[in-house]
Nanobody, 114 residues
Framework: VQLVESGGGLVQPGGSQRLSCAAS????????MSWYRQVPGKERELVAT????????VYADSVKGRFTISRDNPKNTVYLQMSSLKPEDTAVYYC????????WGQGTQVTVSS
């Protein structure tokens, strides 16, 4: 059971970035999928969460209207599309799956800076 994030990097303020989280060993369509982020010295923060079926996608107030979580079930991948990025979005971003099991990815660094 594994989650692998990709797509992080350096982006300028106001820019966009898409993070991917590929699942192996389980079918992520059966799981609640979430993105979290963490900066040094602070607690991990929930960014967005998507239920396994139906239900409402939830976003942190700080990213509403700028970030979108989605999933591609045939590819067994979940995405986080980030736009209008701000320096305060700089963090390590983690994807997580919650259901019969829980699993976390290793994280990918996103740095928003000019």
């Amino acid at each position: 059971v594994q989650l692998v994030e990709s797509g992080g990097g350096l982006v300028q303020p106001g820019g966009s970035q898409r993070l991917s989280c590929a699942a192996s060993g389980f079918t992520l369509s059966n799981y609640v999928m979430s993105w979290y982020r963490q900066v040094p010295g602070k607690e991990r923060e929930l960014v967005a969460t998507m239920p396994s079926s139906g239900g409402r996608t939830v976003y942190a107030d700080s990213v509403k209207g700028r970030f979108t979580i989605s999933r591609d079930n045939p590819k067994n991948t979940v995405y986080l599309q980030m736009s209008s990025l701000k320096p305060e979005d700089t963090a390590v971003y983690y994807c997580a799956a919650f259901g019969r099991i829980s699993s976390w990815g290793q994280g990918t660094q996103v740095t928003v800076s000019s």
